[in-house]
């Protein structure tokens, strides 16, 4: 069965149990306990020599990292419907895994680790660099449903995430109305599950 070692509060394990439950694929979540350390103790580290979750098990198949992880669980188990076969949509979703992977991780996402997990970072600067990502990615969702193919794909999965927990590091979505509406739109699919903040 498939194996997500997995921190509940990490929206980047979310994204990955949001992918495993939409697709319906039966996994087994192991907890791994950051606080006290177990990521970057040998047995994890075996598993990801960077310490950090989430990382897929699936038979002889280990992949760290949550948008490789997207990208493999979208390609094993959901054909092309969450990833697309065509050159120039399969460069269009990837762009959106790279803007998850910096500019989201860097901005809204260090904002609630500050807020949450007391990472020490430059609150004004910070701010104001996820108001600017923020603004972006509402304004590329005013003409359209979906970040790329006119449907939801593991695009909107990777950025979902750190985006909806905004509020959990002090930012408002109340300027982005379209990002709002793609919120409410990701949040009807069938079989979306949730997280503490979302
Ligand atoms: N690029 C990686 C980042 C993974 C990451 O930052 N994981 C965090 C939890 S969200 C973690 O394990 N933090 C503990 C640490 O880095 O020590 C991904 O997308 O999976």
């Not at 075996?46 to 979208?74: M, T």
């Not at 399969?90 to 990472?119: C, D, M, P």
């Amino acid at each position: 069965m498939v194996k997500l070692y997995d921190f509940l509060l990490s929206g980047n394990c979310y994204k990955v149990r949001l992918l495993l439950s939409l697709l319906g694929v039966e996994h087994e979540l192991v907890a791994v306990d950051l606080k006290s350390g177990e990521h970057k103790k040998p047995p994890f580290l075996a598993l990801n020599a960077f310490g950090q979750v989430p990382v897929l098990v699936d038979g002889d198949v280990v992949i760290r990292d949550s948008q490789a992880i997207l990208v493999y669980l979208a390609r094993r188990y959901g054909g092309s419907d969450w990833l697309p076969e065509d050159a120039a949509l399969l460069g269009k979703v990837s762009q959106w895994l790279s803007t998850a992977s910096k500019e989201i991780a860097n901005t809204v996402a260090t904002a609630r680790l500050h807020y949450l997990f007391g990472a020490s970072i430059d609150v004004a600067a910070i701010e104001k660099q996820s108001y600017t990502v923020l603004k972006a990615i509402d304004e590329h969702l005013a003409t359209r449903q979906w970040l790329e193919c006119d449907r939801p794909t593991i695009a909107d999965l990777a950025c979902f995430p750190y985006i909806g927990l905004a509020a959990d590091g002090k930012l408002s979505l109340d300027a982005y109305p379209n990002i709002v509406a793609w919120i409410d739109r990701i949040k009807q699919l069938p079989g979306y599950v949730g997280m503490p903040g979302l």
